[in-house]
């Protein structure tokens, strides 16, 4: 079959559609045809090598994170699908494949296609709505009545939270550009925030939750605008490994950006407010009012 495989983490050169076996299938899988994947900016970051310091996958290996496609053939123990099901999945992450004709997935990782959505736009929906339903329900813990501040509500994973938010009860502040304006308030937005022209530190300091998709100075600003012992989930903040390993070689540190997390140490531990649930990498920060950027960490 052909896939689109990633050989050289890198430039895009690395990786190259061509022929490989069709994967065998676990007791557990299903083995789909894909009929079509969804890209995001976790599969050129995964390339780029920028995710190595968390998944450490042995090349060559077949990208893409999510698909939809048909049903062709069940291992012993499947018992929720059949030949001939219309199925979307976010595959493991230690596996990948999506990017093929063909891609074998554990039967915990996929579900029946709604029957209002063709293969295009369910291939779509996995990762992206996975990311906010588990950072908000899961991870924020997000309750009815709750002011939810959520930056970059036009994108994929901010549509999917904006109605999660709403369906979970909670009262919800986003930004979006001018064209995204319209988009975000039909999804269910309460306030919007134009983030070309507004200023984030104007609009109040009572957000009871925050979920940052931008990260760096958008990051910094949410700080600013929640209250006291709340927490904001970044999937979009940078890590930075480099502190760790300069602290270990005894080099003195710089002060890194307050949108700066160091992330995994030199003997390679993720730290602990660093963790890979599900499908997302979540970095769950305490706003701690008593540092001066909010953020509980030992290097601020
Ligand atoms: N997609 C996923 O499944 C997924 C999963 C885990 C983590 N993530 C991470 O989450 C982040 C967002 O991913 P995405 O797929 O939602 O991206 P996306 O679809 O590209 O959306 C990004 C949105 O951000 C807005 N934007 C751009 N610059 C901005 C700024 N300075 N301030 C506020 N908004 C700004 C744009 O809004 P306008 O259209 O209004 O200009 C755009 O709609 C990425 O860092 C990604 O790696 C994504």
Redesign the pocket.
Known sequence: MLAYVLRRYGRPEGSLLMEVPTPTLRPRDILVDVRAAGL???DF?FRQGKLRVIHRSRLPLVLGNEFAGEVVAVGDEVKRFSVGDRVFARVEKDRLGAFAERAAVGEDCAARVPPNLDFAAAAGVP??AL?ALQALRDELGLKPEHKVFI??G?????TFAIQIAKWLGAHVTT???K??EAMVRSLGADEVID?TTDDLSRIGKDFDAGLD???GE?LDKMFKIMKPETKIVS??AELVVQPLEQAARGIPLGAPAAHQRPAVDAGGHVADDVRLHG???VNAVPCDPSSPCGMRSPYF
């Not at 036009?154 to 901010?158: L, N």
């Open positions: 995001n900016p976790v970051k990762l992206a990311t930056s970059g036009a994108g994929g994973v901010g930004t979006a550009s064209r995204g983030y998709l931008i990260g958008t999937v979009a499908g997302l990498l």
